[in-house]
Nanobody, 116 residues
Framework: QVQLVESGGGWVQAGGSLRLSCAAS????????MGWSRQAPGKERESVAR????????YYADSVKGRFTISRDSAKNTVYLQMNSLQPEDTAVYYC?????????WGQGTQVTVSS
């Protein structure tokens, strides 16, 4: 079964940093676009960043440019989201996803809470 498992969320003070990890398994993702999205309480899920498995950056939301960095380690089948200068508006459940011709997959999410 295809699985995407996020980890690394937690509580931080504004200005702090976290690194989220997404462990991917169940298939090869060489032709997939990997991404992170988030859903804040009472709001719709929104895309944060996307990267091809080849390593090309595809997208950053304007709200996170210069603060967040998406990367992947193909040898470890893992996608990362380094989040710096976190602000309260970044508080959300963060989800990893994989999108390709073979289908679209989502992880279970990891909570990020940023206090002021």
């Amino acid at each position: 079964q295809v699985q995407l498992v996020e980890s690394g969320g937690g509580w931080v003070q504004a200005g702090g940093s976290l690194r989220l990890s997404c462990a991917a398994s169940g298939r090869t993702f060489g032709n997939y676009v990997m991404g992170w999205s988030r859903q804040a309480p009472g709001k719709e899920r929104e895309s944060v960043a996307r990267i091809s498995w080849r390593g090309a950056i595809i997208y950053y939301a304007d709200s996170v440019k210069g603060r967040f960095t998406i990367s992947r380690d193909s040898a470890k089948n893992t996608v990362y989201l380094q989040m710096n200068s976190l602000q309260p508006e970044d508080t959300a459940v963060y989800y990893c996803n994989a999108d390709g011709q073979g289908g679209t997959y989502w992880g279970q999410g990891t909570q990020v809470t940023v206090s002021s």
